[in-house]
């Protein structure tokens, strides 16, 4: 590069500087500048830097031009870094006068939700009684949501269930049962496992129903004879007593479910009234908890267990219904207004 081209570009340099200076400027502005002229790699920098391939007898006379333009464009970001400065602190003065005597806002802290407080009380009673907590999908197919479960295309238990479908035969499960055949499928007895999660039904939102809810399934699995009727009973009486108190009474009643033979419904003697009859209870003493029952036979085969040598018991248990009962709410709605008034109380 010759000298008079050096020059040239030089003098085109503090032009298109000073001209960008001189226009109405923030801070992050100017900033911009200096960098793009005077940084590292500027402008002005990579210039002072060519020089070195001058004749040596040119380079003072160029160096002395580009200092001159350096030491030019150093003094004019400055006096506005300082004019900008000024600026700021006449604008803060003129704002309305801040008392920093003054006590500052409050925020209130963050609780953990009802819901969530409940159903970490029930995983550690499972845990501490064995029992290993599996987590598995909210999305399923037909097979691991009613198929494996006994439930064959036509059967009447189906329209218990009335289900969200997706595109490609895929369903929002209707139930956490799918949990006990997506861990059998892939693990062989012993199995003493929970899944807690969320399901699906086309219900109304009601004070005891939504179209969203949690349960939690558990289940049991060991050889034919180790596993009988009665330490399911006994497992959930121990459940129910460590969660509802070591008074609570227990019941169980013959029922109907697809998956399970025989199958149960367990119930708690009315906490609120204790057994004298109340609106909780619909005056009958008790209250309905969950439902339970041996391993179907099919069941079982579904996921290549051979019932000759295997048996097991299942469980189900609808988490909204023990938060209303522990926690003495009336309307399940309110676990989901996220109303701060509500869910301060826990």
Request: charged share 25%.
């Amino acid at each position: 590069m010759s000298t008079s081209t050096i020059r040239e570009r030089l003098e085109e340099i503090r032009r298109q500087a000073l001209e960008a200076l001189s226009q109405s400027l923030e801070p992050a502005q100017v900033e911009s500048v200096r960098v793009r002229v005077l940084g590292r790699n500027g402008e002005l920098t990579e210039l002072i830097r060519s020089l070195r391939s001058l004749p040596e007898h040119e380079r003072p006379v160029v160096g002395q031009l580009a200092n001159q333009l350096k030491r030019e464009l150093e003094e004019r970001i400055e006096a506005l870094a300082r004019e900008l400065r000024r600026r700021r602190i006449e604008q803060s003065l003129a704002q309305p006068a801040l008392d920093v005597t003054l006590p500052g806002m409050e925020f209130g802290r963050g609780r953990i939700h009802p819901l969530t407080q409940i159903t970490g009380q029930i995983l550690e009673i499972w845990t501490a009684m064995g029992f290993e907590v599996a987590l598995t999908p909210d999305i399923e197919d037909d097979f691991h949501n009613f198929g494996a479960l006994n439930f064959p295309p036509d059967h009447p238990a189906r329209e218990m269930q009335d289900t969200f479908f997706l595109e490609g035969g895929r369903l929002l499960r209707t139930h956490t049962s799918n949990g006990q055949i997506r861990v059998m499928e892939r693990r062989r007895p012993p199995l003493a496992v929970v899944c807690p999660g969320t399901c699906y039904r086309r219900d109304e939102l009601s004070v005891r129903y939504s179209p969203m809810f949690s349960q939690l399934e558990g289940f049991m699995v060991d050889d034919f004879g180790k596993v009988t009727m009665a330490h399911l009973k006994g497992t959930l009486t121990e459940f129910l007593r460590a969660f509802f108190g070591p008074e609570a009474d227990v019941r169980f009643r013959a029922s109907f479910f697809p998956f399970t033979e025989p199958s149960a419904e367990t119930d708690v003697r009315c906490i609120f009234c204790k057994g004298a009859g109340c609106r909780v209870c619909k005056q009958s003493g008790w209250i309905e908890i969950l439902g339970c029952g041996m391993i179907h036979p099919n069941v079982l085969r579904a996921v290549g267990y051979d019932p000759q040598k295997h048996a097991g018991f299942a469980f189900g248990m609808g988490l909204e219904r023990l938060a209303l009962i522990r926690l003495g709410v009336e309307d399940m709605r309110l676990f989901f207004e996220n109303d701060l008034r509500f869910l301060a109380q826990f």
